[in-house]
Nanobody, 123 residues
């Protein structure tokens, strides 16, 4: 059974940092491109970032470029999202997802999803 389990969310003041983790089991982690999405209350799910299977290629949505860094450790079956200079508009539930495709922004092209971790940024 495939599981993606996010952790690391919490409450932080604006300007602060958090590091999210996503630990995978039940799949060959290194075979999947990985992505982070987020969904704020009352808003549609938004693609945030993605990383290729070996980790050499990354991409970010404009609003987080320069503040967030995606990375992965295939030996630990773990995906990360380092979030710096957080803003109140970053408040959302953050989800990790796995895809055979490289960096689709359409969530329907991801094969597996985690349950999410809440990030709340206070002003």
């Amino acid at each position: 059974q495939v599981q993606l389990v996010e952790s690391g969310g919490g409450l932080v003041q604006a300007g602060g940092s958090l590091r999210l983790s996503c630990t995978a089991s039940g799949l060959t982690f290194g075979n999947y491109n990985m992505g982070w999405f987020r969904q704020a209350p009352g808003k549609e799910r938004e693609w945030v970032s993605c990383i290729s299977r070996p980790g050499g290629s990354t991409s970010y949505t404009n609003s987080v470029q320069g503040r967030f860094t995606i990375s992965r450790d295939n030996a630990k079956n773990t995906l990360y999202l380092q979030m710096n200079s957080l803003k109140p508009e970053d408040t959302a539930m953050y989800y990790c997802a796995a895809s055979f495709l490289y960096c689709p922004v359409n969530g329907q092209q991801y094969n597996y999803w985690g349950q999410g971790t809440q990030v709340t940024v206070s002003s």
